[in-house]
């Protein structure tokens, strides 16, 4: 990608109109995909500043800090957002979340996940997200019940469809594991996960050439997953 031209062309733009916060959004935009997180940064502000309830700038700005593994700092700038008179903005809750998983506190990701359901009760994502949530918490009867009610409102979700096969996996029922991770695929027939759980699945029962399809397609759209090379 140009993103030289790109910065050219948005630098003009906000030229002709300053208080655009979209533009410096878009603009934050190029420096980040350019590696340049001190500029990206600086536009986002700007916009920010232009519209404090602009979420997106504020989700990619707690981004950067995140993939710096700075997870503390990208929740305090999602806090402070939605402490601004922006607690129900979706997207930042979600954000959050997101973050509190990373850092591996799941109590405050599934605080988070929870101020979504409030405002929505049928948000799939979040209950997509909740189910996961509470797995990785180990509490199984809740992480069974959530993606349960979550897979009933969107049974074509392959994502879904994946997170109940995952917990069949870890109750040690492979034959309904598989049933589910078939369902992801056929959804979306190059779903990650899934594909790697049946390769993973496959293995174990020694069915190498269902092993060798499933991790191939995994290994294409993931050349660096080293648990795909068999």
Excluded: W
Aim: one cysteine or more.
């Amino acid at each position: 990608a140009n993103f030289d031209s790109a910065v050219k062309y948005f630098e003009l733009a906000v030229k002709a109109y300053p208080s655009a916060p979209i533009l410096h959004y878009n603009l934050g935009l190029v420096f980040q995909r350019k590696g340049d997180d001190q500029g990206a940064v600086q536009h986002y502000n700007k916009a920010l500043e232009l519209n404090p309830k602009y979420s997106m700038p504020i989700i990619n700005k707690a981004a950067i800090y995140a993939n710096k593994l700075e997870y503390n700092r990208a929740i305090d700038v999602c806090e402070k957002f939605l402490e601004n008179e922006n607690d129900k903005d979706m997207g930042v809750l979600s954000a959050v979340a997101g973050f509190y998983l990373l850092k591996g506190d799941y109590s405050n990701a599934i605080q988070s996940v929870r101020k979504i359901l409030i405002q929505d009760q049928a948000n799939v994502d979040a209950l997509k997200n909740l189910g996961i949530f509470y797995f990785k918490k180990n509490d199984m009867g809740l992480a069974s019940m959530v993606t349960t009610n979550s897979y009933n409102l969107k049974p074509d979700d392959p994502g879904i469809a994946n997170n109940r096969g995952v917990l069949y996996s870890a109750q040690k029922d492979d034959s309904l594991a598989m049933l589910y991770f078939a369902k992801a695929i056929g959804n979306d027939p190059k779903n990650k996960s899934a594909n790697f759980n049946v390769g993973s699945i496959a293995m174990r029962y020694g069915d190498a050439a269902t092993a060798y399809e499933k991790f191939s397609t995994v290994l294409a759209q993931d050349p660096d997953n080293l648990l795909a090379r068999i």
